[in-house]
Nanobody, 124 residues
Framework: VQLQASGGGLVQAGGSLRLSCAAS????????MGWFRQAPGKEREFVAA????????YYADSVKGRFTISRDNAKNTVYLQMNSLKPEDTAVYYC??????????????????WGKGTLVTVSS
C-alpha cells in the first residue's frame, strides 16, 4: 500500500489543522493506521492510531483531548484533526499502516508502510 500525507502547514499556537493520509490499494480496511511525528533532533514518536474498523482509537498522552484520529474506509483515507496546537507539536507528521495489527501499543517497528510526511509548524 502507498500512503500520501497532506494538510500540514504553518499555524499559530491555539489554532487547528487537519491532516489527511490517502492510501492506494483495495485492502485499506485491513490495516490499522497510525500517525507518528518527528521533531528536529528527536526520535520518531507515536501520536495516534486507529484500528482497521475504526472502532478503537489510541493517543499519546501529549495529544489526548486535543487530537482526533478517524478514518473513512470508503475513501481509503485516515485523518488527524489537531486542535489547540502548541509550539511543541511542531514536527514532520507521518502516516503509517500496519497490516492486521490489533494491538493497543504502537511503535514505529510495528508499522509496515510509511508515507513521506507533512510538516506542521506551530508558531508561538
Amino acid at each position: 500500500v502507498q500512503l500520501q500525507a497532506s494538510g500540514g502547514g504553518l499555524v499559530q499556537a491555539g489554532g487547528s489543522l487537519r491532516l489527511s493520509c490517502a492510501a492506494s490499494g483495495r485492502t485499506f480496511s485491513s490495516y490499522a493506521m497510525g500517525w507518528f511525528r518527528q521533531a528536529p533532533g528527536k526520535e520518531r514518536e507515536f501520536v495516534a492510531a486507529i484500528s482497521w474498523s475504526g472502532g478503537s482509537t489510541y493517543y499519546a498522552d501529549s495529544v489526548k483531548g486535543r487530537f482526533t484520529i478517524s478514518r473513512d474506509n470508503a475513501k481509503n483515507t485516515v485523518y488527524l484533526q489537531m486542535n489547540s496546537l502548541k509550539p511543541e507539536d511542531t514536527a514532520v507528521y507521518y502516516c503509517a499502516a500496519a497490516l492486521g495489527y490489533s494491538g493497543s501499543d504502537y511503535y514505529p517497528y510495528d508499522m509496515d508502510y510509511w508515507g513521506k510526511g507533512t510538516l506542521v509548524t506551530v508558531s508561538s
